[in-house]
């Protein structure tokens, strides 16, 4: 008997569904742009271009993008700046509103052809069509320019740059350097060391040869120097905060430049020189402040932080401030964990000794204070903080946060805290000097088996420093032998004291007494102890708060002439 055997239908081979001519040429491009087979894909192109297939914004996009790609081999050069000048015609030609992508793609073309003033022309047409430049787009303009050292070219770039938005980094900042060293405009070279400055902390090798071979240079040593007393540099410093003047070149003469290290403790190994640790402008010290400020009135009642920044106008000396939540609840997650007094003791402790027997001030929760005043174990204490004016309490469903912020930023000393502060810096505009700030500010801790150790911040900061002797320091990046010192430029100008009306020994010594030989003397100085500050509920007794305070001043016996707070007939508990 005959069997009939049936094949599964799983195991017959399905015949692909067959592609169109347009579906065809999509795949085959997709695979020549994988594979950067520019030949293959212009030959695709040709075949299109003849049989009428449609051509997309994407097929002419990745045309552009693979002729770009493929300039940097000199044999077929040419031909590809050609080709793609072609398919730029064509997009053009059909109506397709070309995109970032594709005027990246035809300025590195036109720049490599040597036509920046095309490139230029494309990149400032972008507003016709209503795109957004990215830095990809104006750096093949720009390097064209500088490049060719068309340097009035190039900084007209850099300025179209800056009007629609499109930062410069490095690379474009060192670029902008060496064409204004090499056609000599000293004044120009100034002013990039200081973007420089501000955009890197640490420069690559490139453009440290730049800058080293500007200073080594009888053009820079020509430069004429600007006169100032040393009153209005260091005035210039102390604005800036620190680390910079921005007055122009100080000194005459030729221009020492060496290669060396900057030790531990921030002093040059070259020429002696201390660094400091830099701080943010005053003009960013206020917009941060204004910021934090009106963020935390959008957030707390306004009524009450109003109040608090009243009332710190009035009690502007203290030198550093305490985020005392954060301290008291470092390592308290355990079965038995809770608010460590011990551990902001420590802390307040620490921070008076090191401040000639003067007071810190700490934030910390009017809730959190109460239930402190009612522990007889902590009671007496707490008192003895209030009456040395530590403490200031913060009203019930307030965020403690924007007060302890807002104090460190407006009063602008050293802030205790190891929280980081994420939350608020992404809310506050401008946030870029924000780490700048913490750097200079934030003081970290540890508790390891009860013992405290505080991180001060760093001696000096590892950024490009212009002093007010008139010397440069840039650090180098890259390793050292050592952790401990850093590889940095030296750049020092003996006429320096000439240029400030000064010999070198009254500069040094005005330098030095300018708080730069101390960091951590400068931020805490002396401070006169201020009143303890409170909030209370509206249902609080004023006659117990009257008493209370009476009891404190009496058990202390601290001053009683201190100047009241805005809330001082209110102690706590709510």
């Known amino acids: 008997m005959a069997t009939t055997t049936h094949s599964s239908p799983y195991k017959q081979n399905k015949k692909k569904p067959h592609q169109n001519p347009g579906s065809q040429f999509h795949f085959n491009l997709n695979s020549c742009s994988k594979s950067k087979d520019l030949c293959g894909a212009i030959a695709l192109y040709e075949t299109a271009v003849l049989q009428n297939i449609r051509i997309s914004h994407h097929h002419?996009?990745?045309?552009?993008?693979?002729?770009?790609?493929?300039?940097?081999?000199?044999?077929?050069?040419?031909?590809?700046?050609?080709?793609?000048?072609?398919?730029?015609?064509?997009?053009?030609?059909?109506?397709?509103?070309?995109?970032?992508?594709?005027?990246?793609?035809?300025?590195?073309?036109?720049?490599?052809?040597?036509?920046?003033?095309?490139?230029?022309?494309?990149?400032?047409?972008?507003?016709?069509?209503?795109?957004?430049?990215?830095?990809?787009?104006?750096?093949?303009v720009l390097f064209s320019f500088t490049g060719s050292l068309q340097a009035d070219k190039a900084y007209e770039v850099e300025e179209h740059m800056g009007r629609v938005g499109v930062s410069t980094e490095e690379p474009e900042i060192a670029a902008l350097l060496k064409v204004s060293a090499e056609t000599g405009r000293g004044e120009r070279v100034y002013g990039y060391l200081q973007k420089l400055r501000k955009t890197v902390r640490c420069v690559t090798e490139d453009t440290t040869n730049i800058i080293e071979n500007w200073f080594n240079c009888e053009k820079a040593s020509e430069v004429e120097s600007i006169h100032y007393d040393v009153g209005l540099v260091k005035d210039a410093v102390s604005r800036n905060g620190g680390g910079w003047h921005g007055l122009g070149w100080l000194g005459?003469?030729?221009?020492?430049?060496?290669?060396?290290?900057?030790?531990?403790?921030?002093?040059?190994?070259?020429?002696?020189?201390?660094?400091?640790?830099?701080?943010?402008?005053?003009?960013?010290?206020?917009?941060?402040?204004?910021?934090?400020?009106?963020?935390?009135?959008?957030?707390?009642?306004?009524?009450?932080?109003?109040?608090?920044?009243?009332?710190?106008?009035?009690?502007?000396?203290?030198?550093?401030?305490?985020?005392?939540?954060?301290?008291?609840?470092?390592?308290?997650?355990f079965a038995d964990g809770g608010f460590s007094v011990s551990q902001l003791d420590a802390v307040v402790k620490d921070l008076y000794n090191r401040n000639e027997k003067r007071w810190p001030l700490v934030i910390l929760h009017s809730k959190r204070l109460r239930a402190?005043?009612?522990?007889?174990?902590?009671?007496?204490?707490?008192?003895?903080?209030?009456?040395?004016?530590?403490?200031?309490?913060?009203?019930?469903?307030?965020?403690?946060?924007?007060?302890?912020?807002?104090?460190?930023?407006?009063?602008?000393?050293?802030?205790?805290?190891?929280?980081?502060?994420?939350?608020?810096?992404?809310?506050?505009?401008?946030?870029?000097?924000?780490?700048?700030?913490?750097?200079?500010?934030q003081v970290r801790y540890t508790f390891h088996k009860g013992n405290l150790r505080l991180q001060m911040p760093p001696p000096y900061s590892l950024v490009i420093q212009e002093l007010g002797n008139g010397s440069w320091h840039v650090p180098i990046a890259g390793t050292s032998s050592e952790e401990s010192v850093k590889p940095c430029l030296c750049i020092t100008k003996p006429g320096a004291s000439d240029?400030?009306?000064?010999?070198?020994?009254?500069?040094?010594?005005?330098?030095?007494?300018?708080?730069?030989?101390?960091?951590?003397?400068?931020?805490?100085?002396?401070?006169?102890?201020?009143?303890?500050t409170s909030h209370n509920s509206k249902n609080e007794s004023k006659d117990f708060s009257h008493r209370y305070i009476a009891e404190c001043a009496a058990t202390t016996g601290k001053r009683k002439d201190r100047s009241p707070s805005p809330s001082q007939d209110h102690i706590l508990l709510n």
């Open 252 to 333: 005459r003469g030729k221009w020492l430049v060496r290669r060396g290290d900057v030790d531990s403790s921030g002093r040059c190994c070259s020429c002696g020189d201390q660094l400091v640790c830099a701080d943010i402008e005053d003009t960013e010290t206020q917009k941060f402040a204004q910021s934090v400020a009106g963020l935390a009135m959008e957030r707390e009642v306004k009524a009450n932080f109003n109040e608090f920044q009243d009332w710190l106008e009035k009690h502007a000396d203290y030198e550093a401030i305490v985020d005392g939540a954060n301290v008291g609840l470092y390592q308290q997650n």
């Open 499 to 532: 240029a400030l009306c000064l010999n070198e020994a009254q500069v040094e010594n005005e330098i030095q007494g300018s708080g730069h030989a101390s960091f951590e003397k400068e931020l805490l100085k002396s401070c006169d102890p201020a009143t303890v």
């Open 60 to 140: 002419l996009n990745t045309l552009l993008y693979l002729c770009s790609q493929a300039i940097t081999d000199p044999p077929t050069k040419e031909l590809t700046i050609e080709h793609g000048f072609r398919i730029f015609s064509h997009m053009e030609s059909i109506g397709i509103k070309p995109n970032e992508a594709s005027i990246t793609a035809v300025s590195r073309l036109a720049a490599a052809k040597g036509d920046g003033d095309y490139a230029f022309a494309l990149v400032k047409r972008m507003g016709e069509y209503g795109i957004t430049p990215r830095l990809r787009t104006c750096d093949p």
């Open 372 to 441: 402190l005043l009612e522990n007889p174990t902590h009671s007496k204490l707490v008192e003895e903080w209030m009456g040395n004016g530590v403490l200031y309490a913060t009203p019930p469903g307030s965020n403690d946060d924007w007060y302890w912020l807002y104090a460190a930023v407006k009063l602008g000393c050293l802030l205790v805290t190891n929280d980081e502060m994420w939350d608020h810096i992404f809310e506050i505009v401008g946030s870029s000097f924000i780490l700048r700030w913490k750097e200079r500010h």
